[in-house]
């Protein structure tokens, strides 16, 4: 049987995600959103100039 692709939130007793693991995505997450931003604002920048 397949697993699902989204997983709901852990439950009371299930056991925690090891911290570094949680950093990894912290700091994806981080460099993916200061791209976005970064796209964004030199796409703007393009237009204007």
Known sequence: ???PIIEGPPG???PKQP????LIWF??????GLAAVAAVAYALRALIL
Not at 19 to 22: F, N, Y
Not at 27 to 32: D, F, H, I, K, Q
């Open 27 to 32: 700091a994806a997450l981080w460099v993916g």
């Open 12 to 14: 009371p007793g299930d």
């Open 19 to 22: 911290l570094g693991k949680s």
């Open 1 to 3: 049987m397949r697993r």
